[in-house]
């Protein structure tokens, strides 16, 4: 009798002693049962939407039962989404006399939102407030920062932006800070400057988690030199799946790992599929000055040229383009498994941040569907909460200790 060859292959790895990472696959229904009895208990945590731009632009209701957008309360009930990192983002071209204004702007229509919606929303500082807002059937939501050039070199800023709910600040984003390069264009400080270090001291000693997505790959090994605490990256995908500067080594992998971070996957089609990434490239000069020609006839006629606007600009190529589906990014995941442990991987969507989200993942609704299909290729139902937020629990719960010891004088 000839043995089915994923039966072969098991037994090969039992023999050779090596650590099976995953188990035999499941047939859709056991995956369906699997992934029903995770979703009831687990704590769903998505640490990188960029919808507050929607909101203080557009004037959008996360409550809209009609949203175009990939984050919404009904959406995120269908999702069964339990927290969300709501993300406070100024453009690097910003006026630096504008910056601050635009960023407490932007904490400012999260907070209303939350004020809105009090019996679906509420605001969450800590781990332990994410569970008690999950055990009380609610949606925790918190703030995270990105790109370093919000601060304006000012410590005390980041003082300021923790005591209004921001737990974790992106070092820099798709331009270098004054103490930090980043992923994109050529390095500048060789990684972290003197002042570099002090911030991410002060945040450990905050309790505000350091998130290394987007930063150059002298700045990460520097900032894991420096923290006394697990870093993450709060929306980073793979380089060995997709060789883009932006995407994360498998040293750098290992290195988080060891740190006790965790890496939280990002869904752009762009960031996860090579075929879709190539395509993609081919059409972004058009769709460049495509915006740009519409935003300069709306500013002729005195309106404003919002996110909606782009959407369909970039939705009109995207038909035309190899979207890649959900499964991909279980790929992405599969891989951090791979090489760092269920331990240290996570989600992070970059929601209402991308143009392009997989196939069957186009919102949070969606997220069942991954589940689906991370049940389906064997994953253990505890290996699933960690996936799905207990490992992000865990880092905030060791930033936290981390900061109060720091507090207390004893050091990390």
């Given at each position: 009798m000839r043995l089915p060859r994923q039966v072969l292959f098991v037994c090969l790895i039992y023999v050779l002693g090596a650590p099976l990472l995953f188990p035999a696959e499941r047939t859709q229904a056991e995956a369906e049962k699997v992934a029903q009895a995770v979703l009831k208990r687990a704590i769903l945590i998505d640490t990188h939407a960029d919808t507050p731009q929607m909101m203080l632009d557009e004037g959008y209701d996360l409550a809209d039962p009609d949203s175009p957008?990939?984050?919404?309360?009904?959406?995120?009930?269908?999702?069964?989404?339990?927290?969300?990192?709501?993300?406070?983002?100024?453009?690097?071209?910003?006026?630096?006399?504008?910056?601050?204004?635009?960023?407490?702007?932007?904490?400012?229509?999260?907070?209303?939102?939350?004020?809105?919606?009090?019996?679906?929303?509420?605001?969450?500082?800590?781990?332990?407030?994410?569970?008690?807002?999950?055990?009380?059937?609610?949606?925790?939501?918190?703030?995270?920062?990105?790109?370093?050039?919000?601060?304006?070199?000012?410590?005390?800023?980041?003082?300021?932006?923790?005591?209004?709910?921001?737990?974790?600040?992106?070092?820099?984003?798709?331009?270098?800070?004054?103490?930090?390069?980043?992923?994109?264009?050529?390095?500048?400080?060789?990684?972290?400057?003197?002042?570099?270090?002090q911030v991410v001291e002060r945040m450990n000693r905050l309790g505000?988690?350091?998130?290394?997505?987007?930063?150059?790959?002298k700045t990460f090994s520097d900032t894991l030199a420096v923290s006394r605490a697990p870093v993450i990256a709060s929306h980073s995908s793979c380089r060995a799946l997709l060789n883009i500067p932006r995407n994360m080594s498998d040293e750098m992998i290992r290195a988080l790992a060891k740190n006790g971070g965790v890496m939280q996957v990002n869904f752009y089609s762009a960031f996860i599929d090579e075929d879709y990434a190539a395509a993609r490239r081919k059409v972004s000069g058009q769709i460049a000055a495509e915006v740009a020609a519409a935003r300069k006839e709306y500013a002729k006629v005195g309106k404003r040229f919002g996110w909606t606007e782009e959407m369909r600009i970039g939705k009109a190529y995207e038909a035309k383009l190899p979207v890649p589906g959900f499964e991909r990014l279980a790929d992405h995941i599969d891989h951090v498994v791979k090489v760092a442990g269920v331990d240290h991987v996570?989600?992070?969507?970059?929601?209402?941040?991308?143009?392009?989200?997989?196939?069957?993942?186009?919102?949070?609704?969606?997220?069942?569907?991954?589940?689906?299909?991370?049940?389906?290729?064997?994953?253990?139902?505890?290996?699933?909460?960690?996936?799905?937020?207990?490992?992000?629990?865990?880092?905030?719960?060791?930033v936290e200790e981390v900061a109060r010891r720091m507090q207390a004088g004893k050091g990390g």
């Open positions: 957008f990939m984050v919404s309360i009904p959406k995120m009930r269908e999702g069964h989404l339990g927290a969300e990192f709501l993300i406070i983002w100024v453009d690097t071209k910003t006026p630096p006399q504008d910056v601050i204004r635009r960023a407490l702007d932007l904490v400012d229509v999260v907070d209303d939102q939350v004020t809105r919606h009090p019996d679906e929303l509420e605001t969450a500082r800590s781990a332990e407030d994410i569970v008690r807002i999950h055990g009380q059937k609610k949606i925790a939501i918190l703030k995270g920062l990105e790109g370093g050039h919000i601060i304006q070199n000012d410590l005390r800023l980041l003082d300021i932006f923790y005591r209004l709910g921001v737990r974790y600040m992106t070092l820099t984003h798709s331009a270098h800070t004054d103490w930090a390069d980043s992923s994109s264009g050529k390095p500048l400080h060789n990684g972290l400057t003197d002042f570099g270090r505000m988690m350091v998130d290394i997505s987007h930063v150059s790959d996570g989600l992070g969507s970059d929601f209402d941040g991308i143009d392009s989200a997989p196939r069957g993942m186009e919102d949070v609704s969606k997220l069942p569907n991954l589940v689906r299909e991370l049940a389906r290729r064997g994953y253990s139902e505890e290996d699933l909460e960690k996936i799905l937020g207990g490992n992000l629990l865990r880092v905030m719960r060791r």
